[in-house]
């Protein structure tokens, strides 16, 4: 058995390396092209060679997929001019040479705020590539696992992935703990109690209410499995459709009128029979939940 | 309470019935040539999970009444302060409404509406990128105002001095507030001036507007936005 590596302490380029088959990356713009944001430049902020995101392709068992790692150790892998326009051109290149699928690393808080307007723009242009990649038949996978989680804009992107793997360490949201405490009071969030912040935002959660499609432990090795698993089982991108987006509105209004009053995951736990779930391995939470559905 | 009637006269000379339930819009107007649907957002709404879902709904009934007939383009009307901000809504899962609301407006779209969003109010952040931002023109009315975040929160962010971000907005329209920095970045198309004839400006953007995302080509014709284009360029031929 190989000995566990954290996802979560990797970095963006280890994360890539440990995904993929050995040796099979090709970085597209790679450090050596020197693409900096010159807005952080001119702020006098640091800068970096890839402005904190890896694109390129390589192989995963043997299948081509297309592979976006943002840096979180970067600016909390926030998406600036240079950096968003690196994952759309990631995803115009997926709608030319159609890989099997884009495994996309999300690790970023959102829009880098020193760019801010450059960083909305980017965003939603991701968006409309994602869009355009997942009509041309090409899954978007979102692996979420590492210390930044996925927020803001990059938040909404994650959930219009066609599966999200999560660690029970990621954590997904829009509005991140720190923004909602700084507006409405401590008694409102508290971003200070990590224990709440996971059972609001975190993977065990994510995965218990159905956003979050997988839930593997913070090791890189059970992420590349877990989407070795989603290439073998040959799915394509969530099916787009009037039905199928009017059945998706019909579960949403029935999840918002069923938790109206719910501020804490506990409460969810609770009703499901699952009031240890906090304290659940991996591995058992995935069996508990099994039986359940 | 806006509830914009004032704007739809100008847009809709030909007539307009748009009900207003809480901050949501919902209806139909027509600028001279037919009926296009309205829909969007008053009061500089937060964006909410409820909100969202009317959102979405009232996007998905314009699609469904235009099954089997030529679909008729959709007026997004944004006026948004930006996302509720709520435990209560982060445990929701605010973010995947909002994903199932963008996937209603690009399914949209895809069935033939043309998309035009009118900014009135306010466009800010969250509340404005699942929605507004992914109109196929976008418009921003006189007074409107659109952004991430006020300067004073991101120099509290970001620890760079309120007078120093003051300073470089002067110059820099990538973080500086303002609907003219969003023109000048491609993000904005049009800046409709007061004396414009805003019904005539409505038919012609339905008519003329296309599908492709061309914000990335237009912040680099207009100079506010110079890499946007050529560094996804690059990416898509790299060797």
Redesign the interface.
């Known amino acids: 058995m190989t000995r566990p590596r954290s996802y979560r302490e990797a970095t963006a380029r280890r994360r890539v390396a440990g995904l993929l088959d050995a040796g099979t990356f090709t970085e597209?713009?790679g450090p050596g092209?020197r693409?900096t944001s010159?807005?952080l430049a001119?702020?006098g902020?640091p800068v970096s060679f890839d402005d904190g995101v890896v694109?390129g392709e390589g192989r995963l068992a043997g299948e081509r997929v297309v592979v976006i790692a943002q840096e979180g150790l970067f600016n909390g892998g926030a998406v600036g001019?240079?950096h968003?326009?690196?994952i759309?051109?990631?995803f115009?290149?997926a709608c030319?040479e159609p890989p099997r699928a884009v495994v996309f690393c999300i690790d970023s808080g959102g829009?880098r705020?020193?760019?801010?307007?450059?960083?909305?723009?980017?965003?939603?242009?991701i968006?409309?590539?994602q869009?355009a990649a997942q009509?041309a038949g090409i899954p978007v996978w979102a692996l979420v696992g590492g210390a930044c989680g996925a927020?803001?804009?990059m938040?909404?992107?994650?959930?219009?992935c066609d599966a999200v793997v999560m660690s029970e360490e990621g954590r997904?949201?829009?509005?991140g703990?720190e923004?909602?405490e700084t507006?409405?009071g401590v008694e409102?969030?508290d971003a200070r109690d990590r224990a709440l912040v996971w059972r609001?935002?975190g993977g065990k959660?994510?995965r218990t209410?159905g956003?979050a499609t997988h839930l593997v432990e913070d090791d890189l090795t059970a992420f590349r499995e877990a989407v070795a698993a989603l290439l073998s089982s040959r799915q394509g991108p969530v099916p787009?459709?009037?039905e199928t987006?009017?059945a998706?509105?019909a579960g949403?209004?029935g999840?918002?009128a069923r938790?109206a009053?719910?501020?804490?995951?506990q409460v969810l736990w609770d009703r499901l029979g699952l009031d240890d779930a906090a304290l659940m391995e991996t591995a058992q939470f995935n069996r508990r939940l099994q039986e359940l559905s | 309470m806006d509830d914009k009637s004032a704007l739809f006269r100008r847009l809709f000379p030909a007539g307009h019935d748009v009900a207003c339930q809480g901050p949501v819009l919902q209806g139909w107007g027509d600028a001279g040539d037919g009926r296009m649907h309205v829909v969007g957002t008053t009061d500089h709404a937060a964006i909410d999970t409820r909100i969202a879902l009317d959102l979405a709904r009232a996007v998905l009934e314009a699609v469904a009444q235009d099954a089997g007939r030529a679909p008729r383009p959709i007026v997004f009307v944004a006026d948004t302060q930006g996302q509720a901000l709520s435990r209560h809504e982060e445990l929701l899962g605010l973010n995947g409404y909002f994903a199932h609301l963008a996937r209603c407006v690009h399914l949209a779209r895809q069935q033939g509406h043309r998309l035009v969003t009118l900014i009135d109010g306010e466009a800010v952040s969250g509340g404005f990128l699942a929605f507004g931002l992914l109109g196929d023109a976008i418009v921003a009315l006189p007074g409107a105002e659109v952004r991430v975040m006020d300067l004073r929160a991101m120099a509290r962010i970001t620890r760079i001095p309120l007078e120093r971000l003051a300073e470089l907005a002067r110059t820099s329209p990538v973080f500086a507030p303002g609907a003219e920095n969003y023109w000048r970045m491609g993000g904005i198309h049009a800046l409709w001036a007061p004396q414009d004839d805003w019904g005539a400006a409505l038919r012609s953007l339905c008519a003329e507007t296309g599908t492709e995302d061309q914000r990335a080509r237009l912040g680099t014709e207009r100079g506010g936005r110079r890499l946007a284009l050529a560094i996804a360029r690059q990416v898509r031929d790299a060797a």
Do not use: C, Y
Not at chain 1, 155 to 160: F, S
Not at chain 1, 172 to 175: D, I, K, N, V
Not at chain 1, 261 to 265: F, T
């Open positions: 597209w713009v092209a693409a010159p807005h001119a702020l902020a694109v001019e240079v968003g326009a690196k759309r051109g990631a115009e290149r030319a829009v705020l020193h760019e801010a307007n450059a960083g909305l723009l980017a965003i939603s242009e968006m409309r590539a869009f009509s927020f803001g804009g938040g909404i992107v994650a959930r219009l997904l949201g829009l509005s703990p923004v909602i507006v409405k409102e969030f609001v935002t959660i994510r209410l956003e787009f459709t009037l987006l009017q998706a509105q949403l209004e999840r918002a938790d009053a719910v501020r804490d995951g």
